[in-house]
C-alpha cells in the first residue's frame, strides 16, 4: 500500500488548512488512520486518528477543538483540517493507516506510513 499526504504549505498564524492522506494498493475502508506530526529537533507526535467507518475520531490535547479528522472511503481519502493555526504546529505531518478498524494514538500500532507534508506557521 502507498500513501500520500499533501496540502501542507506557508501560512499565518490563525490560517486554516486542510490536510489530504489518498491510499492506494489496499482496501481503504478497513484500515484505521492516524495523523502524526515532527517538528525540527523533535519526536514525532500524534495528531489525530479516525477508525475505518469514520465513527470515532481522537484526538491530541494541542489540537482538540482546532483540528477534525474525516475520510471519504469511496475516494481512498483521509482528511486532517486545521484550524486556527498555530507557529507550534509547524511540523512535517504524516499519514498512517493500521490494518485493523480501531483508532490508535501510538505510532507503533501503525503498518503503513506515507512522506510527509510540510506545515509552516508563520507568527
Known amino acids: 500500500v502507498q500513501l500520500q499526504a499533501s496540502g501542507g504549505g506557508l501560512v499565518q498564524a490563525g490560517d486554516s488548512l486542510r490536510l489530504s492522506c489518498v491510499a492506494s494498493?489496499?482496501?481503504?475502508?478497513?484500515?484505521?488512520v492516524g495523523w502524526f506530526r515532527q517538528a525540527p529537533g523533535k519526536d514525532r507526535e500524534f495528531v489525530a486518528t479516525?477508525?475505518?467507518?469514520?465513527?470515532?475520531?481522537s484526538y491530541s490535547d494541542s489540537v482538540r477543538g482546532r483540528f477534525a479528522v474525516s475520510r471519504d472511503n469511496a475516494k481512498n481519502t483521509v482528511f486532517l483540517q486545521m484550524n486556527s493555526l498555530k507557529s507550534d504546529d509547524t511540523a512535517d505531518y504524516y499519514c498512517?493507516?493500521?490494518?485493523?478498524?480501531?483508532?490508535?494514538?501510538?505510532?507503533?500500532?501503525?503498518?503503513?506510513w506515507g512522506q510527509g507534508t510540510l506545515v509552516t506557521v508563520s507568527s
Open positions: 498512517a493507516a493500521r490494518d485493523v478498524p480501531h483508532t490508535s494514538n501510538n505510532e507503533i500500532h501503525y503498518d503503513f
Open positions: 494498493g489496499r482496501t481503504f475502508s478497513r484500515d484505521a
Open positions: 479516525i477508525s475505518a467507518s469514520g465513527g470515532s475520531t
